[in-house]
């Protein structure tokens, strides 16, 4: 019944059936692996991982971060988001979530349901790259500790000057208005307390912008979840008080 496929067609379906059975290529070092990292990327990637990953020190927002933002973590994220190596978000995204879910009885508690909630990238941006990395590793958060996810929560309406070359309080000017509440959900969100996800946690600035939108529409805000954290914290830092670690000292070091 079935008319004859063209050539072309059967050879990209035998090459895609094939793609299932020959082991996946390890972004970092291109060596064939069946899983996401070959074994010695995977060593340098948790090597990064970090023993306290919870800190406190950013006013009244819990930050849990996966890991230190150095070595084979940071080639990772670089290859996600720049090679566009999407299937990389499933492993940190999973990982996220285990420390979220190891994290979750240290944390502050809400009687409202949790929320997921990924730092949108502008339009602009989203339409270069193609994706927002923070969505997807959200989504395999999500899947992992079985949390609704809300990827269009946010918005980012204004474009803005990339962070890295500002300082703390710049940060903050460039992003004051640079979010708003999804219209559609500012209601399903109020009966939640969101988290926020995003790859890189630098001086806090990104995610203190989008929790004060979010608080704006009255909705309540945990915390921030990141794959890495930018700044030069130790772990010991994340157990001091929050005079040793406030934002003037991270912009010294940010
Ligand atoms: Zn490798």
Redesign the pocket.
């Known amino acids: 019944m079935h008319r004859l496929l063209p050539a072309a067609l059967i050879n990209q379906g035998q090459q895609q059936l094939l793609g299932l059975f020959l082991a996946n290529h390890?972004p970092?070092?291109q060596?064939s692996?069946p899983a996401a990292?070959?074994p010695?990327?995977c060593r340098q990637v948790r090597q990064c991982q970090s023993v306290a990953p919870c800190d406190r020190s950013q006013p009244g927002l819990s930050v849990v971060s996966w890991g230190r933002y150095e070595g084979g973590l940071r080639q990772l994220i670089g290859s996600l988001k720049y090679d566009g190596h999407k299937d990389i978000a499933q492993f940190l995204g999973t990982e996220l979530g285990q420390t979220w879910l190891d994290q979750r009885p240290a944390l502050p508690r809400s009687p409202r349901p949790t929320a997921i909630v990924p730092i949108p990238l502008h339009p602009t941006k989203l339409q270069q790259r193609g994706f927002n990395q923070a969505d997807l590793i959200a989504r395999w958060f999500c899947r992992l500790a079985q949390l609704p996810l809300y990827s269009q929560g946010l918005l980012r309406v204004q474009a803005t000057q990339a962070q890295h070359s500002l300082g703390y309080g710049d940060r903050q000017r460039n992003l004051a208005q640079a979010f708003a509440v999804a219209p559609g959900q500012v209601n399903q969100l109020r009966n939640t307390t969101v988290w926020l996800i995003d790859d890189i946690f630098t001086t806090g600035a990104t995610a203190q912008s989008a929790a004060q939108t979010l608080r704006r529409s009255g909705i309540s805000v945990g915390g921030v979840c990141t794959v890495a954290r930018a700044i030069a914290w130790s772990d010991a830092a994340s157990e001091t008080s929050p005079a040793e670690t406030g934002p003037a000292n991270i912009s010294a070091l940010g």
Do not use: E, F, G, V
């Open positions: 390890c970092l070092c060596r692996t990292l070959c010695s990327c």
